[in-house]
């Protein structure tokens, strides 16, 4: 299929940084055949009017529980306490492979909808591998590119990741498979008798990447990095998500082993691994991708990635100023970083950066088009990385290409069975409202508010003086 966008401003991303206003994207046979101004496209070519919007990479998220989007926004009062509580401890148990299947299926859906046309399914509700068959029949129903981390948070990583069914599956539905990639995906705990040694033996000998919650706090720390280090597995290719409360001796430790930081930023803000650790990385130099984390609390669209990381990072930069008594003058971190961040730092954090990542002539056409003549937001575009971080958002996503296929176009999603999803999702919803009760479905949703505790008031009158018509002190 050849399709070329035309009189777009383009948004390269490239290694130059080119931004070219009016400028056409040729697509041919799957990959950027041409960037530049009147382009010829061959006899047949869709042409699509990309006047007054934005042409940019395909975004890509490189840590999302995509499993958990069939419960979307039931934990949005969590703190991570309850998030472990509920999908480790008491409900995660219940999810089945179809349900599983469920979730996958619409946060895969949901991702193109929203320009994000790689993602990392870091999928740690593998209780078997029947689930993990249907994780990615879920991604495979999808014309996104996906890269498979599998976990399970019910088991041990040695345990699972050595096991017969494990390496079957393996041979079965990721050597020569469909999808973009494989991670191994689990937690190092910091026991000094380092049982995840075996997990990450697996990924060795998989060569395979492994993707680890590093500084979270209350769960991972120094301690995990520390005996990573070690024993040698900290490895380019490894991707610590968060990374939020670590001290300066782990940060130059991912820094000279090639490690990249996944940072949720909407997610360290409300859930509490620790406060999104930009303002720190960029300090050490680590490569750094964006991600969200969960739809269970928060929304699943890398704009609002963009926006809260750019907000977190400055705001931390200010207090840290304000404390010493300074005024920050220049930031630090500017549009462009995390537009960077949502489309080269995934590719390269992924190993993927030869093929995505950015519009160049040879690459993947992993397309968006952000254009909606409809809103007074899309004009003017004077500023177009900050237009992407700070005004663009889901709604505006015109049309999306995955390897030059057409997968939303005007506005609307092509293909895809939205009724199909709905109707797993709520079967889904059904099963765990009714194992679990409707006591502990409400009780799961509603978590306790702590008492308030009001300062005393001294400019308080204490009695009105109906008598006098005036208030007494
Ligand atoms: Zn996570």
Redesign the pocket.
């Known amino acids: 299929m050849t399709v070329i966008f035309r009189n777009g401003l383009v948004l390269t991303m490239d290694d130059e940084r080119r931004v070219l206003p009016g400028a056409d994207v040729l697509v041919v046979d799957g990959r950027i055949a041409g960037i530049g101004y009147g382009l010829t496209a061959p006899d047949g070519a869709e042409e699509i009017d990309a006047s007054g919007g934005i042409v940019m990479p395909g975004m890509i998220d490189t840590?999302?529980?995509m499993w958990q989007t069939a419960m979307r926004g039931y934990g949005a009062d969590w703190t991570l306490t309850q998030y472990f509580v509920w999908y480790y401890l008491e409900s995660g148990r219940h999810f089945r492979p179809e349900d599983v299947y469920a979730g996958n299926l619409l946060s895969a859906i949901e991702a193109l909808d929203s320009g994000v046309t790689t993602t990392v399914d870091?999928s740690?509700g593998l209780q078997t591998v029947q689930h993990a068959d249907a994780a990615v029949d879920a991604l495979e129903a999808v014309p996104g590119r996906f890269v498979l981390a599998y976990g399970n948070i019910q088991q041990g990583p040695w345990e699972w990741s050595t096991s017969a069914e494990f390496r079957d599956f393996h041979r079965r539905r990721i050597d020569g498979g469909r999808l973009a990639g494989f991670q191994l995906a689990f937690d190092v705990t910091g026991d000094p008798a380092f049982p995840e040694r075996a997990a990450f033996e697996t990924a060795r000998e998989l060569g395979v990447p492994v993707t680890t919650?590093a500084g979270v706090w209350g769960a991972t720390n120094d301690d995990g990095i520390r005996l990573m280090y070690d024993n040698g597995f900290m490895t380019p290719g490894t991707v610590y998500?968060?990374a939020a409360t670590l001290s300066a001796d782990s940060y130059h430790r991912i820094a000279a082993t090639g490690g990249s930081v996944s940072v949720?930023t909407e997610?360290e803000q409300s859930a509490g691994q620790g406060y999104p650790p930009t303002w720190q990385l960029r300090k050490y130099g680590i490569p750094v991708s964006l991600?969200m984390?969960?739809s269970v609390w928060w929304s699943g669209d890398l704009f609002s990635a963009m926006r809260t990381t750019l907000g977190a990072d400055r705001s931390r930069e200010h207090l840290e100023a304000h404390a010493g008594k300074q005024t920050v003058t220049n930031h630090h971190l500017r549009a462009d970083h995390v537009v960077d961040w949502a489309t080269r730092g995934g590719a390269r954090s992924l190993g993927m950066d030869s093929e995505v990542g950015s519009l160049t002539v040879g690459k993947q056409a992993d397309v968006v088009l952000l254009k909606n003549d409809a809103s007074p937001v899309m004009f003017p575009i004077l500023n177009p990385y900050g237009h992407v971080a700070f005004q663009a958002q889901r709604g505006d996503v015109h049309t999306v290409l995955v390897g030059g296929r057409v997968v939303k176009r005007d506005g609307r999603l092509v293909d895809a069975d939205l009724a199909s999803a709905r109707a797993k999702v709520q079967a889904t919803v059904d099963h765990l409202r009714e194992t679990m009760g409707e006591e502990a479905w409400l009780r799961g949703m509603n978590p306790d508010i702590p008492e308030a505790q009001l300062f005393d008031n001294p400019y308080q009158y204490t009695q009105w003086d109906a008598g006098s018509a005036e208030w007494k002190h």
């Open positions: 840590h999302r529980h870091w740690h919650h998500v968060h949720s997610s991600s984390d969960t």
